[in-house]
């Protein structure tokens, strides 16, 4: 699942959703002390805008302006932030002292100067041998969240009476660490972000109990409840707890971070693929709602809000991300493996009930964009996969009959383990589009 859920189906969630997300997302922190002019995210770094001197001339006028209106900014964002021009882009660096990068536009298609980046296109890969449509690529697997003890914390655990409890954390484990075998026998270099049920960063909640604090007290959380220790997940006020606040801050965004810095600094892929199990809203984890609804989509990044952008790191991400030009990867890309994962799963595409955060991209109808942590931070193209509610009766019946060879009667139908069934549509969809384009027509 993506941020607290994908689902909107429960009222009281949707307020806690509400409310959490105002907390954590829309509050500027102020680090002590130097530069505390920046208005950087949660957690965020400060924007080093001299990198975007590398981009001059790489995008002309036309490109520029439809990735900002169709793809990255699709909500709107104050005139000041970015000033589109005949020649230039004026780009806010900071309010406060009004600060601007100038991006220049290359005149024509084709004056324009290479684009630096890490991470290759699959059209500039070499091309493959026969049976190894992906040899060289360096992919990287993210399995969404943590699972293990951590998974009641992250809000990704269910169980339905004595039956085995769902973790999310651990089924996109399990999911990555089939696909991995699979796709360097296609000749990929594989790569996990995380690969146990352990955390990546170092930090734990203690150490975010201050912050946690800060960021109640600015939001005017009263400093009664401030204090308390919430143990109940169907409380509708834990988010207003330091505890609360200091998970999150752990679980989510040191996590995340830290996921990021060792994919950008480390690994250097050419693409990362996040792993989730999508879930509609299933009230009380102990006697969880389970639902015929079931359903598929994939996530790219884009459709910012315009109070994301008003964060000086995301609005610089979004912009380095936009010149990187790892859209015109993603986007094709996600398309391919959701055509796969549509055929292998038989899965409707899901629609998102508004557009308030979401962007429809791309022709499979299962695509959207969508600023998350993990679509954003990641310095190359992402492919953000959601296929199957956890806690549909389909789903969940395939999750309690676990991993298994060939194929076996769940729920009155044969059909394979949902593990390899996941894991073999995105190898699917990989193979389709590697292929393509390098040259190796299936
Ligand atoms: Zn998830």
């Known amino acids: 699942m993506a941020k607290p859920f994908a689902c909107h189906a429960v009222a009281w969630r949707k307020r806690i959703i509400r409310a959490s997300s105002f907390l954590l997302v829309f509050l500027p922190i102020f680090p002590a002390g130097i530069r505390a002019a920046d208005n950087v995210s949660v957690l965020g770094t400060h924007p080093r805008w001299r990198v975007l001197e590398n981009y001059q001339e790489t995008i002309t006028h036309d490109e520029f302006a439809h990735r900002v209106n169709d793809v990255y900014c699709t909500h709107g964002f104050a005139p000041d932030l970015i000033e589109i021009n005949e020649k230039t882009a004026r780009i806010l660096m900071n309010r406060e002292t009004q600060k601007f990068f100038w991006l220049r536009f290359a005149e024509k298609d084709d004056g324009r100067k290479s684009v630096p980046r890490l991470w290759r296109s699959a059209k500039s890969l070499p091309p493959a041998k026969p049976g190894k449509p992906l040899l060289g690529l360096k992919i990287a697997l993210d399995p969404g969240h943590l699972g293990g003890k951590w998974a009641k914390m992250e809000e990704r655990w269910f169980q339905v009476g004595n039956r085995l409890p769902v973790q999310e954390g651990d089924l996109t484990l399990r999911v990555a660490r089939l696909l991995a075998p699979r796709l360097r026998e296609l000749g990929a270099k594989v790569f996990f972000a995380r690969n146990s049920d352990e955390p990546t960063t170092p930090k734990r909640p203690d150490d975010f109990r201050e912050l946690a604090r800060k960021i109640l007290i600015k939001n005017g959380v009263p400093q009664s409840r401030i204090g308390g220790n919430v143990l109940d997940p169907n409380d509708p006020d834990k988010e207003q707890t330091i505890r609360w606040q200091s998970e999150i801050l752990f679980y989510r965004y040191s996590e995340i971070r830290r996921r990021a810095a060792l994919v950008n600094f ?177």
């Not at 989730?276 to 809203?281: D, K, L």
């Not at 991209?361 to 509610?389: D, F, H, I, K, Q």
């Open 266 to 442: 480390k690994l250097h892929p050419d693409l990362v693929l996040c792993l989730h199990f999508n879930a509609e809203g299933w009230g009380d984890p102990n006697d969880p709602t389970l639902t015929e609804t079931n359903h598929l989509h994939l996530l790219v990044n884009g459709s910012y809000l315009a109070e994301e952008l008003e964060f000086d790191d995301e609005r610089f991400e979004m912009i380095r991300r936009l010149l990187s030009r790892a859209y015109d990867e993603e986007l094709p890309l996600a398309d391919t493996i959701a055509l796969a994962m549509a055929r292998e799963t038989g899965l409707p595409p899901y629609e998102y009930p508004t557009a308030n955060t979401t962007t429809k991209v791309g022709a499979s109808g299962y695509v959207y964009a969508r600023n998350l942590l993990a679509t954003r931070l990641y310095r190359c193209p992402v492919v953000y996969c959601e296929p199957y509610v956890m806690n549909s009766k389909d789903v969940f019946g395939r999750i309690q009959a676990g991993d298994y060879d060939g194929t076996r009667n769940v729920n009155g139908v044969e059909r394979k383990s949902i593990f390899r069934e996941y894991a073999d549509s995105v190898v699917e969809g990989l193979v389709d589009y590697y292929s393509r384009a390098r040259g190796n027509e299936l």
